[in-house]
């Protein structure tokens, strides 16, 4: 009897976040899936096949984190972005630092909207400082952290600040080494950038260790991420890992397509590969959490796209690279500054 991929994980006792990780990276170890109705289903030998994958998997994260141990250790920078406004970027950062702070691991996010931050409206607080403050030199970075909810920390930027939203690149490479002060004292740290592709937003995007593309069903959605994707590949930032996630998508097939046409597109045009990371289904409990000013994952986390976010959360802890924390975001790129002006 065929089997779906909730059904698959009640039957091993694997996330389904794991499960869709494997399937994301060991497709050909995998039976192959059929579409029935609206769902895909495998076969029951993917039960066994699931189980072979996992358990390789756990021996390599064993191996890593011997390794960690044995030398100097960073968090890992993910640069959140979208290219375009209106996509839920913001909000979804937050939840994931949440989900990501629950499964263990302590979480940092800078909000990098330059001017126009509000991630702390969405997490419920009133920050009594933000990143004004370290450019003023009122304040260090340390100090900039506020404790959001589940004990994330928040770094926030500044709403209607014009010094931030006109900052200039040495305004920038303070902030960036600021950050790098701080990059061990986290295992994650989310950056949240702006809307656009202004050099502000492409400065945390050249930082990151990783990049994380918000799309949406909306075709501008697409074209504007296209467009932040290209610049990024022009100035030899897309070397990095590169992933995709729909937000606001209608159906599983849907953000399906949106996630294969993007990638498609990255990948024959700009020869840039693009990981399909996951889907947030259309929800309107998001709409009631951003209303009471409680993060979803805190207001309904048994919600479809609290679980959805949960899911991108596993997914990303899955695709840890050994070589990440052992070497500083930050400190490489303003590295790569110096560099850029000894020329």
Known sequence: MPLTIQEIARETGLEESVLRFYESEYPDELPEKQLQGDRYVYERDAVAAFLGIDQRCQRQSGELAATIATGARYGRVIAVTSGKGGVGKTNLALNLAIELQRAGKLCLILDADMGMANIHLLAGILPRHDLGDLLSGEKNVEELIAEGPEGVGLIPGGSGTLTLADSNPRQRQLIIAALAEIERRADVILVDTGAGMGKGVRDFLAAADEVLFVLTPDITSLADAYGLLKAMQRAGGAKRPV?????????????????????????????????????????????????????????????????????????????????????????????????????
């Open 243 to 343: 992933y995709c996630l729909v937000n606001m998508a209608e159906s599983l097939r849907q953000a399906a397509d949106v996630a294969s046409r993007f990638s498609t597109c990255a990948g024959q045009f700009l020869g840039v590969t693009v990981e399909n990371i996951g889907y947030v289904l259309k929800d309107a409990t998001v709409a009631a959490a951003v209303n009471r000013r409680v993060p979803l994952s805190v207001f309904r986390p048994e919600s479809r796209a609290a679980r959805n976010i949960a899911n991108v959360a596993g997914a990303l802890l899955h695709r840890q690279d050994p070589e990440v924390v052992l070497g500083s975001a930050f400190k490489r790129y303003l590295n790569m500054l110096g560099e850029g002006e000894g020329r």
